[in-house]
């Protein structure tokens, strides 16, 4: 197969991957809205077109695509027109130009029914307020999008429960929503819309209410949710920290406008212009950086089988006084010093007999911030380990310190 060959199905499997997409998306409140598209189209800032119009542009020529099984996060100040931007996506609000496609349809062309029933079906919505009915208990709100649609109450109610169970909420199925603390209520939010199991979830600054302890709880438990179900979810906050915490790739908007699309760690460090540079210049970057992006691979490696006489030649060599000890297939299994080596050749014994076992290992995807506390406290740098255990690299005191600067 040939290089463009290739490049062709590349093209076409990221394509496939986008769930949804906005093309050139505009929404404009106002009657004189050729004029104000002049004049945007111009390059006419959001105050001086209503000066000279009338016209709200909210949003104007949008454009991204949102992989499916992601995290994407729209972070902008007030006025930025972050929430009028996800209600287009499920067509509260109609663009007044422009094109949202959701797995290759444009959703601008579907009939009233056919529009319900998307709502119904493909995407659900978690607002600020939570929007749960208090005449109606826990398993009675979680349950309600299936009621609508019909579902026979036993299987729905089985389902709402599994969804209840999910969110931490076990046991308080039957309590009335009054009696629920701010937290609760979120994941009772939360519950009641994974229980339809749309495609993508759309979050409107659901945790901005909560106070700071709960709002990080609830992001963690966002997290822990959609790496077990894999649901796309386009999350809008104001908070840059959580945007970068949660999302893979974040969109900042200013004035109705995308400034810049990036995964977090890129936009740390390459900002599209002064605006997003100023606009981050505060974020935790422990809370940016990961594992990954400062572990470096260990100086010396030495094998079970390996003599004590070898691993003291290998750290001689390599000037460190000690080496992490692998299996035959790099899985990490302790950490032997100069002097444990010293003693085992003095005993007879092997490295496995010497070697330290109970040193803690961290995972690459895991935040620096979540660290912190092991680095302080480790005698020696990091194990960093896959899902099977074998050994991918360390993290030394130094470069986690290196990372805050």
């Known amino acids: 197969m040939s290089n463009k060959e290739q490049e062709t199905q590349a093209r076409t499997r990221d394509m496939d991957d986008i769930i949804i997409e906005a093309k050139n998306v505009s929404k404009l409140y106002g009657s004189s809205k050729t004029e104000a598209v002049k004049l945007l189209a111009a390059g006419a800032d959001k105050d001086e077109v209503y000066k000279k119009t009338g016209v709200i542009p909210a949003l104007w020529d949008i454009n991204f695509q949102v992989k499916r099984g992601e995290i994407f996060v729209i972070i902008g100040l007030s006025g930025s027109g972050k929430s009028t931007l996800i209600r287009c996506l499920n067509m509260l609000n109609r663009p007044t130009a422009g094109s949202i496609i959701f797995d290759n349809k444009d959703l601008s062309k579907l009939s009233k029914k056919e529009l319900i029933e998307f709502r119904r079906t493909k995407v659900a919505m978690v607002f600020q307020s939570f929007g749960l009915m208090n005449h109606r208990d826990v398993i009675g709100n979680v349950a309600f999008g299936l009621e609508v649609r019909n579902v026979p109450r036993a299987e729905r109610e089985q389902k709402a429960m599994e969804m209840v169970e999910m969110v931490g909420l076990g046991g308080m199925e039957n309590q009335q929503i009054s009696a629920l603390s701010g937290g609760m209520r979120q994941r009772v939010g939360i519950a009641r819309a994974l ?189 960093v380990v896959d899902e099977e255990n074998r050994l991918k690299g360390i993290v030394s005191r130094a470069s986690v310190l290196s990372s805050l600067i």
């Open 195 to 383: 229980t339809s199991d749309p495609e993508v979830m759309l979050m409107d600054e659901p945790f901005s209410a909560l106070d700071p302890l709960v709002r990080s709880d609830m992001q963690f438990e966002l997290l822990s949710i959609q790496r077990k179900l894999g649901k796309t979810i386009i999350f809008i906050t104001h908070d840059i920290n959580e945007a970068f915490k949660l999302g893979d790739r974040v969109a900042i908007m200013r004035d109705g406008k995308i400034i810049q699309v990036d995964v977090p760690e890129r936009m740390s460090t390459n900002p599209a212009d002064d605006y997003v540079k100023k606009f981050i210049e505060g974020v935790d970057k422990t809370k940016v950086f990961n594992v990954k992006h400062v572990m470096v691979k260990p100086a010396c490696i030495v094998r079970m089988k390996d003599s004590p006489d070898y691993a003291i030649n290998l750290m001689r060599r390599n000037e460190t006084s000690s080496a992490y000890v692998v299996d035959n297939t790099m899985g990490f299994s302790g950490i032997v010093t100069i002097d444990a080596a010293l003693r085992a050749i003095n005993s007879g014994e092997s490295i496995s007999h010497v070697m330290i076992t109970d040193t803690p290992t961290i995972a690459q995807d895991e935040f620096i911030s979540d660290i912190l506390p092991l680095a302080a406290e480790a005698r020696f740098p990091l194990a």
